[in-house]
T-cell receptor
Framework: DAGVIQSPRHEVTEMGQEVTLRCKPI?????LFWYRQTMMRGLELLIY????????DSGMPEDRFSAKMPNASFSTLKIQPSEPRDSAVYFC?????????????FGDGTRLSIL | AQKVTQAQTEISVVEKEDVTLDCVYE???????LFWYKQPPSGELVFLIR??????QNEISGRYSWNFQKSTSSFNFTITASQVVDSAVYFC???????????FGKGTRLHILP
């Protein structure tokens, strides 16, 4: 079974540019989560979806960040315009059905560097 | 208030030593779930264990064991006879029944020295 797939693995871009991170959850998983990991703040939940609908976006840092899930097999996290402080590893995770007993399965992450 | 506290930021032990990673959590829910994840140097997050609040039985999986104590709100993780490959950052996490989110601790970076 394929796990959560994220692309790109690495992204380096100049500040001000638009950045789009992509995620394909595990087939059949109803929940999709976006996290950001930095040394200072650890793992932070940015937003999560249930059945493609955003449920909680309280972790999204500011209006420059947006996330969509147009269908069950694809989600994007977009930063526009990007800033150096957005540099981090961004993880996507998915989990099965409405049961917090289920573990989240993580992708390998996208390492983002904003110059 | 921080809901998951991993007080040990970094630990170094010599190979073959036992090491315990501490995790203290905070919740008002009576039903909740606790997790441990491992993040090796390659960066991916690997699920290790899940435990619900009604099951205080300790668990052992090979060299790994987990001690869940509701009385002290702790869910500690012990690696017996540590190996260099155990070097990683280990995250403890909490999920409350009211919510679908998992709240992660700051992690403990474990160095196993050869």
């Amino acid at each position: 079974d394929a796990g959560v797939i994220q692309s790109p693995r690495h992204e380096v871009t100049e500040m001000g540019q638009e950045v789009t991170l992509r995620c394909k959850p595990i087939s059949g998983h109803d929940y999709l989560f976006w996290y950001r990991q930095t040394m200072m703040r650890g793992l932070e939940l940015l937003i999560y979806f249930n059945n493609n609908v955003p449920i909680d976006d309280s972790g999204m840092p500011e209006d420059r960040f947006s996330a969509k899930m147009p269908n069950a097999s694809f989600s994007t996290l977009k930063i526009q315009p990007s800033e150096p402080r957005d540099s981090a590893v961004y993880f996507c995770a998915s989990s099965l059905v409405h049961d917090s007993n289920q573990p989240q399965h993580f992708g390998d992450g996208t390492r983002l560097s904003i110059l | 208030a921080q809901k998951v506290t991993q007080a040990q930021t970094e630990i170094s032990v010599v190979e073959k030593e036992d090491v315990t990673l501490d995790c203290v959590y905070e919740t008002r829910d009576t039903t909740y779930y606790l997790f441990w994840y491992k993040q090796p140097p390659s960066g991916e997050l690997v699920f290790l264990i899940r435990r619900n609040s009604f099951d205080e039985q300790n668990e052992i999986s090979g060299r790994y064991s987990w001690n869940f104590q509701k009385s002290t709100s702790s869910f500690n993780f012990t690696i017996t006879a540590s190996q260099v490959v155990d070097s990683a950052v280990y995250f403890c996490a909490l999920s409350e029944n009211r919510d679908d989110k998992i709240i992660f601790g700051k992690g403990t970076r474990l160095h196993i020295l050869p």
